[in-house]
């Protein structure tokens, strides 16, 4: 593990600028949206949406992260350290999937940490109308979960469209869209096929995470579980693909 | 270049395969989703209900206490000095209806009903129709479902959450805590004292001797009335409004967190 | 020659790129224990023919044995490679770039490290990016020579770099080069004072091997010296 751990902290301590960048970026927008509602020069409509503004970007970024992580490797020709290291193409690949697990969480982080800090009253507010500060925390790592989990799907299928549109070495943007979206029908494939085999695991139902007060209101989740394994089945075998493929398909620049 | 080949054959096939896929068995795509989200899906539609009449002599009791829940609460003042209550539970099992029953209960000069118990997990409504003699002070506690107070004549405390509530022809003091829920309050006359969030607000007030002294403050939120005097906009989204109309007798003091605030005086 | 005293043997090994076939059944057998030039111009196959020995392209045919075995993750990581392109993070110091090449390899050898560091006059604190280009090329030769690997593929480690840079390079190899343990391919277009480095050459032309064989033997067999060969089998 000490491989796939210097690894990860190489394509973390890579990513330090931007992410840098961008957790400045976020709490420079809260401050300044906060001095703009302290002043009363913004409705409450405006300081939303320039709030809103990072939570909007993150994902984007963070599917580029995912493309640049690997991209970068190619453009800088590091690629020829790092392919001629004897370590498993997944404990790459995986490296990479983590670090942008990493960002996000630290993104995410500084955002709440934000929102704490600059909205503490508009916070407070809404704590009142919630179950509880327990409940916030709860639900709120049942939704961070979810996103991870759900960013993690997209990384993969980031890496299996570069990894493949390096094979191709042609048309290589258009290629990893193709892949990109041949990818996402062979997951739901996978997931519609497999299904039958768990159809005996019940629906996780999470309302009760999400009741507001003890009460029937608020969100509630049935997941499915018999189409979501086959799916996550899937989406495990394309990283094993990628893996495999980035070990012993892919070439440096001819 | 083998490398580049059997690549470029394998995505050919791949979207041959998508392609069958789309063209035969398209309605794959219709499958039921893996997640359902339902938000706010309330109470179900009960199966079966009950009711329940109290009747009692006001005699020294001065306030009278009500907790609800999903049903509708109906208030009045009425002549005489008796205090009826007629409380009607709701729920979608009958068996539930069988173990579950409103408790009256008299503490000090307060009398109060509630439900005898809270059957975690099992949806119970409980409503009531209450009549009570002029000047009394009564406090309901009720969340998702409708309040309506009509031609009533007291003092009125309100706590209520999820719920729209519906005042005409209030007298008297009114104190009210009011979120998630719309709040109309339509000819009203005394002093009024409302903390509001997360709702639409409308007080119409009605012309009073004394008149009204206003202390209105809103955050993120509209707030527009008729008393003549200025709205003021402060720093953190705040609007407020200070000021008398008439002598400034009678108080009104308003509160409200995200949600618009119309306060007009029936001139 | 038994086979198992050779490091490396290849057969035939064929590799085409979309505009140009790079090698056209090369045959080659390195000796343990020496070190060879593998000499030609530019775009002779040179680069190519390394890159498939470490696995960084695939060849479409014939066959690699290193060490008696086919290239895969263990062969890896008995090669030291170091390529002809800038390959170092350069957001890294110099340690950094160590510590990273450190932890992947088991015969990485760290009490080599401030001896070379000293001899190729590197500061360890400093990054990167702020070397010069002989600088780096001396750091990518140190991330080589600290390991006791097997085999060593030096990808033209003089090209574009200062003579001082050159000769520090040169005399690195000579000092940490272990013949009783490595063997090594060194490959370059200018075969110049790097001559007395090699026990054998390969001349390759065009992506095939025009020449090859010891380099004493070549030089009593055409009484010229092995850069004059060079210059009249490329003229």
């Given at each position: 593990?000490?491989?796939?751990f210097?690894?990860?902290?190489?394509d973390?301590?890579?990513?330090?600028?931007p992410?840098?960048?961008?957790?400045?970026i976020?709490?420079?927008?809260?401050?300044?949206?906060?001095v703009?509602?302290?002043?009363?020069?913004?409705?409450?409509e405006t300081?939303l949406?320039?709030v809103s503004?990072?939570?909007?970007f993150m994902?984007?970024w963070?599917l580029?992260?995912?493309f640049?992580?690997l991209?970068?490797?190619w453009?800088?020709?590091?690629?020829?350290t790092?392919l001629?290291?004897?370590v498993?193409?997944?404990?790459?690949?995986?490296a990479?999937?983590?670090a942008?697990?990493i960002?996000?969480s630290?993104?995410?982080g500084?955002?709440?940490?934000g929102?704490?800090?600059?909205?503490?009253?508009?916070?407070?507010l809404?704590?009142?109308?919630?179950?509880?500060?327990?409940?916030?925390?709860?639900?709120?790592?049942?939704?961070?979960l979810?996103?991870?989990a759900?960013?993690a799907?997209?990384?993969?299928?980031?890496?299996?469209?570069?990894?493949?549109s390096?094979?191709?070495?042609r048309?290589?943007g258009?290629?990893?869209?193709?892949?990109?979206?041949?990818?996402?029908w062979?997951?739901?494939l996978?997931?519609s096929?497999?299904?039958?085999l768990?159809?005996w695991?019940?629906?996780?139902?999470?309302?009760k995470?999400f009741?507001?007060?003890?009460?029937e209101?608020?969100?509630v989740?049935?997941?499915?579980?018999?189409?979501?394994i086959?799916s996550?089945l899937?989406?495990?075998?394309?990283?094993?693909?990628?893996?495999?493929?980035f070990?012993?398909f892919?070439?440096v620049?001819? | 270049m083998?490398t580049?080949?059997?690549?470029?054959?394998?995505?050919?096939?791949?979207?041959?395969l998508?392609?069958v896929?789309?063209?035969y068995?398209?309605?794959?795509?219709l499958?039921?989703?893996s997640?359902d989200?339902?938000?706010?899906?309330?109470?179900?539609?009960?199966e079966?209900h009950?009711s329940?009449?109290?009747v009692?002599?006001?005699?020294?009791?001065?306030?009278?206490?009500?907790?609800g829940?999903?049903?509708?609460?109906?208030?009045?003042s009425?002549?005489?000095?008796e205090?009826?209550?007629q409380?009607?539970?709701w729920?979608d099992r009958?068996e539930?209806l069988?173990?579950?029953?409103v408790?009256?209960s008299?503490s000090?000069?307060e009398?109060?009903?509630e439900?005898?118990?809270?059957l975690?997990?099992?949806?119970?409504?409980?409503?009531?129709?209450?009549?009570?003699p002029?000047?009394?002070?009564v406090t309901?506690?009720h969340q998702f479902?409708?309040v309506?107070?009509?031609?009533?004549?007291?003092?009125?405390?309100?706590?209520?959450r999820?719920a729209?509530?519906?005042?005409?022809?209030?007298e008297?003091t009114l104190?009210?805590?009011n979120?998630f829920?719309?709040l109309?309050?339509?000819r009203?006359?005394?002093?009024l004292?409302?903390?509001?969030?997360?709702s639409?607000?409308?007080?119409e007030?009605?012309p009073?001797?004394?008149?009204?002294d206003?202390?209105?403050?809103?955050?993120?939120g509209?707030?527009?009335?008729n008393?003549?005097?200025?709205v003021?906009i402060g720093?953190?989204n705040?609007?407020?409004?200070?000021?008398k109309w008439?002598?400034g007798?009678h108080?009104?003091?308003?509160?409200?967190?995200?949600?618009s605030v119309v306060?007009?005086i029936?001139? | 020659m038994?086979?198992?005293?050779?490091?490396?043997?290849?057969?035939?090994?064929?590799?085409?790129y979309?505009?140009v076939?790079?090698?056209k059944g090369?045959?080659?057998?390195?000796?343990?224990?020496?070190?060879w030039?593998?000499?030609?111009?530019?775009g002779?196959?040179?680069?190519?023919?390394?890159k498939?020995?470490i696995?960084?392209?695939?060849?479409?045919g014939g066959?690699?044995?290193?060490?008696?075995?086919?290239?895969?993750?263990?062969?890896?990581?008995?090669i030291?490679?170091v390529?002809?392109?800038?390959?170092?993070?350069?957001?890294?110091?110099?340690?950094?770039?160590?510590?990273?090449?450190?932890?992947?390899?088991?015969?990485?050898d760290?009490g080599?490290?401030?001896?070379?560091?000293e001899?190729?006059?590197?500061?360890?604190?400093?990054?990167?990016?702020s070397?010069?280009?002989?600088?780096?090329?001396?750091?990518?030769?140190i991330l080589?020579?600290a390991r006791?690997?097997?085999?060593?593929?030096?990808?033209?480690?003089?090209?574009?770099?200062?003579p001082?840079?050159?000769?520090?390079?040169?005399?690195g190899?000579v000092?940490?080069?272990?013949?009783e343990?490595?063997?090594?391919i060194?490959?370059?277009?200018a075969?110049?004072?790097?001559e007395q480095?090699f026990d054998?050459?390969?001349?390759?032309?065009e992506?095939?091997?025009?020449?090859?064989?010891?380099?004493e033997?070549l030089?009593?067999q055409?009484?010229?010296?092995?850069?004059?060969?060079?210059k009249?089998?490329?003229?």
């Open positions: 593990m000490t491989r796939f210097r690894l990860l902290r190489k973390l301590q890579a990513s330090l600028l992410l840098g960048f961008l957790s400045g976020t709490l420079i927008v809260m401050l300044f949206t906060r703009r509602i302290a002043t009363g020069s913004w409705p409450m300081a949406a320039a503004l990072p939570l909007v994902p984007l963070l580029w992260q995912s640049q992580t991209r970068v490797e453009r800088e020709d590091t690629v020829y790092l001629v290291l004897p498993p193409g997944w404990k790459v690949m995986l990479k999937l983590a942008v697990c960002e996000y630290v993104l995410l500084v955002t709440v940490f929102t704490l800090i600059f909205f503490a009253p508009q916070v407070q809404a704590m009142e109308v919630l179950p509880g500060s327990l409940w916030a925390v709860r639900n709120g790592i049942l939704v961070y979810f996103s991870l759900m960013l799907s997209v990384v993969i299928f980031v890496q299996l469209a570069f990894v493949v390096r094979m191709v070495g048309a290589q258009l290629v990893a869209l193709w892949t990109l979206f041949l990818s996402s062979l997951v739901d996978c997931g096929l497999l299904a039958p768990f159809r695991l019940p629906a996780l139902s999470l309302d995470l009741r507001l007060y003890e009460i209101a608020g969100i989740v049935n997941w499915r579980l018999a189409s979501e086959g996550w899937g989406i495990l075998g394309l990283f094993v693909l990628t893996g495999v493929l070990e012993h892919v070439e620049n001819g | 083998k580049r080949r059997i690549t470029l054959i394998v995505l050919i096939l791949l979207t041959v998508f392609i896929d789309v063209r068995f398209g309605s794959r795509s499958k039921e989703p997640v989200f339902n938000i706010s899906p309330g109470f179900r539609q009960p079966a009950k329940q009449e109290f009692r002599p006001q005699h020294d009791i001065t306030s009278l206490y009500l907790k829940r999903h049903g509708v609460v109906e208030l009045s009425a002549e005489g000095d205090i009826r209550v409380a009607i539970i729920s009958e539930v069988e173990v579950v029953e408790k009256e008299i000090g000069r009398l109060s009903y439900l005898s118990s809270d975690e997990g099992e949806e119970v409504g409980l409503g009531f129709v209450v009549e009570v002029d000047g009394m002070e309901v506690e479902g409708t309506r107070v009509e031609d009533f004549l007291g003092f009125l405390n309100l706590d209520t999820f729209n509530v519906n005042l005409n022809d209030v008297g104190t009210i805590k979120s829920g719309n109309n309050l339509q009203i006359a005394g002093p004292q409302l903390t509001n969030a997360y639409t607000c409308t007080v007030l009605l009073v001797d004394g008149g009204y206003f202390d209105i403050e809103v955050v993120n509209s707030l527009k009335h008393a003549g005097f200025q003021n720093g953190n705040r609007v407020g409004a200070q000021g008439g002598e007798v108080p009104v003091h308003i509160r409200s967190n995200f949600g306060v007009n029936d001139k | 038994s086979i198992t005293d050779q490091a490396l043997i290849i057969s035939n090994l064929r590799k085409k979309p505009k076939e790079a090698l090369v045959d080659l057998a390195l000796p343990q224990g020496e070190i030039g593998l000499l030609g111009p530019n002779s196959g040179k680069s190519t023919l390394l498939c020995i696995g960084l392209v695939k060849p479409d066959e690699i044995k290193i060490l008696g075995q086919v290239p895969s993750r263990r062969t890896k990581a008995q030291a490679f390529p002809e392109v800038e390959n170092l993070y350069r957001w890294m110091t110099v340690r950094q770039a160590i510590d990273f090449t450190a932890s992947f390899y088991e015969d990485w760290e080599r490290i401030p001896g070379l560091l001899f190729m006059g590197l500061d360890p604190d400093k990054k990167v990016s070397l010069s280009k002989g600088m780096r090329a001396r750091l990518k030769l080589a020579l006791k690997a097997p085999l060593l593929l030096l990808d033209e480690p003089f090209s574009g770099i200062d001082a840079s050159r000769d520090r390079i040169v005399e190899i000092r940490q080069f272990k013949s343990v490595q063997s090594m060194i490959s370059t277009h075969v110049g004072d790097t480095l054998g050459v390969v001349f390759l032309d992506g095939t091997v025009s020449l090859q064989g010891n380099a033997d030089r009593d055409y009484g010229k010296s092995i850069n004059d060969l060079f009249e089998v490329f003229a």
